[in-house]
């Protein structure tokens, strides 16, 4: 949910090859995990457990975790452990936007008022300059709406120190976007990059508009359900995560002092299609593998999704390219929420793939996450 960033670099040349997670889990525990730099995302105060589930690009599949999924009993990460992704949820979305785009259900030029609920789309046509904010714009970052989640009172309340007292609040896709609206834009469509939650709320909004459903709808219909991602799901306003899976905590400062805040529970509508989904380390990686080795999109949509040239580099649609010390480029995204932090990245082709994350929104510092990524990929 909130913006990332950092490790937002140029795009590589990309082939279209696909590829699932085949072989056997090989999992290492904390014993193990000396030669493994996910260990260095654990803190006793800040980020009690992280885990990585890689892929090689000779179907190799390897687990490590390290500390706990839960404080209190002490019990293991698991890889098949629910948690919650975060702004994961945007690829997916952007994965069925251009899916539509694909069907020409979905024209990427056109303005996304005339295709929104009549609410919607009257109060982005209210203001010269939102009137003309386009699909590609909303896909790219690059539309320049206020995001919501920026909204002072909307981030306290969420994320901040209102969150026990707001923690099971309901919101409407409506209301999220009247709380951007009231806010002025970063500046006109087009004029540059800007991540805003608020693009891919939109998004889900369009896409019900498009074909009658959810986007938690098309997106299972369109994606879990032929990837056989088990452990996804888009639980709308249920607030507890599905089994498995451990807690998620938030460190609370008081002075100076810290604690561990339990915040495993919570509505996710806040989130919305900008990133409710829930999901797994296992899932992410087969969703990532077939999409970025061509089994979820046609080779232009691919190519679309890769193209940076709107945000000078930083972003795609719903993916972005990371450079690597090694030279190497990858590709994917990451996600954050309360009590939850994710990456999951592959190669061009899809056959390398990791996906790693914390049970704590305390993202880890950049030299600690860049060592994650590099062990994985520069080898």
């Known amino acids: 949910m909130p913006t990332r960033t950092a490790l937002l670099r140029l795009p590589a040349a990309m082939a279209a090859l696909c590829c699932a997670i085949t072989g056997p889990v090989t999992p290492e525990r904390d014993r193990d995990v000396a030669r493994s730099a996910v260990q260095d995302l654990v803190s006793e105060r800040t980020v009690p457990g992280a885990a990585e589930l890689s ?8 687990f490590v975790a390290a500390g ?14 629910r948690f919650r992704a975060g702004s994961v949820t945007k690829t997916f979305i952007a994965t069925v936007v251009l899916q539509l785009a694909a069907e020409n259900r ?7 008022a ?5 609410r919607t789309a009257a109060a982005l046509r209210n203001s010269e300059e939102t009137a003309h904010v386009t699909v590609r714009q909303l896909l790219t970052h690059t539309s320049g709406l206020f995001s919501y989640t920026d909204d002072p009172a909307f981030f306290r309340a969420f994320f901040g120190p209102g969150f026990t007292a707001h ?19 970063y500046g006109p469509p087009g004029a540059g990059y800007h991540y805003s939650n ?3 709320v939109l998004l889900g909004m369009l896409i019900r508009q498009v074909t009658g459903h959810s986007y938690a709808h098309e997106i299972r219909r369109r994606v879990i359900e032929p990837l056989h991602l088990t452990g996804t799901s888009f639980p709308g306003d249920r607030p507890v995560l599905p089994a498995p899976h451990g807690r998620a905590y938030s460190p609370v400062r008081n002075g100076g002092t810290s604690r561990l805040a339990d915040v495993t529970d919570l509505n996710p509508s806040a989130a919305g299609a900008a990133g409710e989904m829930v999901s797994t380390l ?13 089994a979820l999109l046609p080779p232009g949509q691919l190519r679309a999704m890769r193209d940076t040239t709107a945000s000078g580099g930083r972003y795609g649609m719903g993916l972005f390219p990371v450079q690597l010390p090694c030279r190497r480029t990858v590709w994917g995204h990451n996600g954050e929420i309360n009590g939850s932090y ?3 990245l592959g190669t061009a082709d899809g056959r390398h793939l990791l996906s790693y994350r914390l049970n704590s929104d305390a993202r880890p510092g950049p030299a600690a996450e860049s060592r994650v990524v590099a062990a994985e990929f520069c080898g």
């Open 167 to 185: 923690r099971y609040d309901s919101h409407t896709p409506d209301a999220l976007v009247r709380t951007a609206l009231a806010h002025p834009p």
């Open 114 to 118: 005339g295709r929104l609920p009549a």
């Open 282 to 294: 296992t899932d992410l990686n087969r969703f990532l593998g077939a999409l970025l080795g061509g």
């Open 106 to 112: 979905i024209d990427l030029d056109e303005p996304v």
């Open 55 to 62: 892929q090689d690009a000779h179907g190799t599949v390897r």
């Open 68 to 81: 706990v999924a839960d404080v209190r009993t002490g019990r293991p990460i698991g890889p098949d452990d």
């Open 198 to 200: 608020t693009d891919y």
């Open 342 to 344: 994710v990456e999951v």
